[in-house]
């Protein structure tokens, strides 16, 4: 079943039934991780660890969710499919699914309609709510409400269906550059991990950390999540000023995400960058962008 229009999405997200396909493809990532453990060595794991910034950072951070849900800033075309490629690495779901669904966080956060909150239970919001139910399968008119930008792009739509091919050509270029310690350690491992740091996102920090701003949600700052998603546990920071590239406001929250965007500036690739910075005379946090446009409908609904 898909989520349609037609009923609220907080009735059709808790029906029962388990998302059998998911639930064995998580099986069997975290019996592969498992099993990664007797094959590791320092090779495979610098070579993971940069496989997991690439398609958590690269991809998740800065491509999936600072680019294509909140546009925080623009980047020439090739970039921009790149960094969603980079994405699918994570095996999270495909662009428009991914998008959709934080879209529809950011309008219900934690209220009747939010995908994933721990005000339905801390295991529902890391991870049920993917096993049961609905999960990211929406219909048409949904992902046309919540993500109109990306289905009127060919490519996006053709990531979409296809989002599960370039982590199977990862594998076979892992298998037989490393064998069989590097298809695991750089698949099952580190997608395993991946995973269950951006699930912290939804859960850890919607329940423990700081408020820095008064968001009328339960969202949190954490760092140590922060460090395992390359600077998405600012999530205060983030669910205040949502289209802001940048969620470490202050010199120490470590934000490597917006690191790489700084990069991308440097490079001429990044444009149009929307950032919060402090008014002293104003004594408040202002988002800076160069442009003043009418709200999308996903952020009025």
């Keep these: 079943m898909k989520v349609t229009m037609h009923e609220p999405i907080i009735n059709i997200q808790r029906k029962t039934g388990i998302n059998w396909p998911t639930c064995i493809t998580m099986v069997v990532f975290h019996l592969g991780a498992a099993a990664s453990l007797s094959m590791f060595s320092w090779r495979v794991g610098i ?19 600072r680019l294509l849900t909140h546009r925080g800033f623009t980047t020439p075309k090739i ?43 801390s295991w529902w919001a890391h991870m049920g709510w ?4 609905t999960a990211q399968r929406y219909d048409k008119s949904v992902c046309e409400r919540y993500a109109p930008d990306l289905m009127k792009d060919r490519v996006h739509r053709w990531l979409e269906r ?7 050509l990862l594998g076979f270029v892992l298998l037989a550059v490393g064998g069989w310690p590097m298809l695991f350690c750089g698949i ?24 820095r701003f008064e968001t009328g949600e339960d969202s949190r700052n954490s760092w140590w999540v922060a460090l395992l998603t390359f600077g998405e546990g600012w999530h205060n920071n983030h669910h205040a000023h949502p ?26 690739l990044a444009r149009r960058i929307k950032r919060v910075r402090f008014d002293s005379a104003a004594t408040m946090w202002r988002l800076v962008t160069g442009d003043r446009k009418r709200k999308s409908s996903y952020e009025q609904a």
């Design 47 to 65: 070579a993971s660890l940069l496989l997991w910034w690439l398609a958590g950072g690269l991809g998740i951070g800065i491509g999936y969710h």
């Design 79 to 121: 970039v921009e499919y790149f960094l969603t490629i980079c994405g699918t690495l994570a095996l999270e779901a495909g662009p428009i699914a991914w998008v959709v669904t934080h879209r529809i966080h950011h309008a219900h956060t934690d209220a009747a309609g939010d995908p994933h909150t721990p005000r339905d239970g």
């Design 130 to 133: 993917i096993l049961t139910g």
């Design 162 to 168: 296809l989002y599960f091919v370039p982590i199977i």
């Design 188 to 211: 099952f491992l580190r997608v395993t991990l991946c995973l269950h740091a951006t699930w912290l996102v939804n859960s850890a920090t919607h329940i423990w950390g700081r408020k």
């Design 243 to 268: 289209t802001s590239a940048r969620h470490g406001l202050k010199w120490y929250e470590i934000d490597v995400n917006w690191w790489g965007i700084r990069v991308l500036q440097f490079l001429g």
